[in-house]
């Protein structure tokens, strides 16, 4: 197990975490872990932070898993993380400290809110929050996502705003807001997004666009 650097363990209905895998990769070679679809995992051990050199987690389907333990956010090295249709209702203050994370999924989450610490991410360019029916609003910081290239927010039914500071995310290329049935207005600024090429707000409380969407040359897909 010492040199193993990949591992897949999907839908293998594991009872609990793997945890003997990670005292037994002693030399921490491990860069990719997945576990998708073990449906009775219901917490990812602190031993997890031992896996220094992990660029890859993925917990999708692990529809029981309420909790992960603060030492995730010890793993320098992660750049994805799926945690998409599973029980996790809050996620920890210190996320941002997952300094080259680049790919965060939370579909079909019950998360209310995103720790502030989530804007430190500098090298975040995915945030998908699909059907994460709960959330009420995003962090007023989020202009701070200086790489963001992809927020999809569908279905966020209890989502009443947009935070204006979302306008200086200039990498931005797609703001999907489809089925916000809460969501009645856009940023003023929205003009601001250069480089937006899709902008969905299909089945919204929107009722008319800002004057400066007609500033954003590249977008090639409106709804």
Do not use: W
Request: proline letters at 3%.
């Amino acid at each position: 197990m010492e040199s193993l650097e990949v591992l897949h363990m999907g839908g293998l209905n594991l009872k609990e975490f793997p945890n003997h895998i990670i005292t037994g990769n002693s030399s921490n070679s491990l860069l990719e872990l997945y576990l998708a679809n073990n449906e009775d995992i219901e917490e990812v051990p602190s031993s997890i932070g031992n896996l220094h050199n992990l660029v890859s987690l993925d917990l999708y389907g692990c529809y029981n898993l309420k909790s992960i333990s603060g030492s995730i956010c010890s793993l320098q090295h992660l750049r994805t993380l799926y945690l998409s249709y599973t029980a996790i209702m809050e996620l920890r203050e210190n996320l941002g400290e997952l300094e080259c994370l680049e790919n965060l999924y939370l579909s079909s989450t019950k998360v209310k809110h995103l720790p502030g610490s989530i804007c430190m991410l500098k090298h975040l360019k995915i945030l998908r929050l699909y059907q994460c029916y709960y959330l009420e609003k995003l962090p007023e910081d989020v202009d701070q996502l200086e790489s963001l290239e992809e927020l999809d927010l569908r279905y966020c039914y209890s989502l009443r705003e947009i935070p204006n500071n979302i306008c200086k995310l200039k990498c931005l290329k797609v703001l999907d807001l489809r089925r916000c049935e809460r969501l009645e207005k856009l940023p003023d600024e929205l003009g601001s997004l250069k480089c937006l090429q899709l902008l969905d707000i299909y089945n919204t409380g929107i009722t008319h666009l800002p004057q400066s969407i007609y500033s954003v040359e590249g977008l090639k897909t409106e709804r």
